[in-house]
Nanobody, 122 residues
């Protein structure tokens, strides 16, 4: 059974950097053709794809967030991490990590972590 678990501080101050980590079990982040993504959902809004770590070591980002986003991975720990810099209260959301094998629709992503609530204080 594949499981993803987000971890990291749930509170940040404006201008700081968010840095949650996703730990994967039951699968490898180097499994062929897999993408390991971060998606967030602000309250009352639609989910927003932030970016992904590709099994081959490439990284892909949402153009609207790319200037503030960095994704990295630690294959020895089967983890991938997000760094979102210069946060504002508009970055408050539930942050999820999830797996896909390509495709942009939400139903292409499975399974999902339980999500981590992030609050940003001004």
């Amino acid at each position: 059974q594949v499981q993803l678990q987000e971890s990291g501080p749930g509170l940040a101050k404006s201008s700081q950097t968010l840095s949650p980590t996703c730990t994967v079990s039951g699968d490898s982040i180097t499994t062929t053709n897999s993408y390991w993504s971060w998606i967030r959902q602000p309250p009352g809004k639609a989910p927003e794809w932030i970016g992904a770590s590709h099994y081959a070591g490439n990284y892909y980002y949402n153009p609207s967030l790319q200037s503030r986003t960095s994704i990295s991975r630690d294959t020895s720990k089967n983890q991938f991490s997000l760094q979102l810099s210069a946060v504002t209260p508009e970055d408050a959301a539930i942050y999820y990590c999830t797996r896909s094998y390509g495709g942009g629709r939400l139903d292409c992503f499975a399974p999902w972590g339980q999500g981590t609530q992030v609050t940003v204080s001004s």
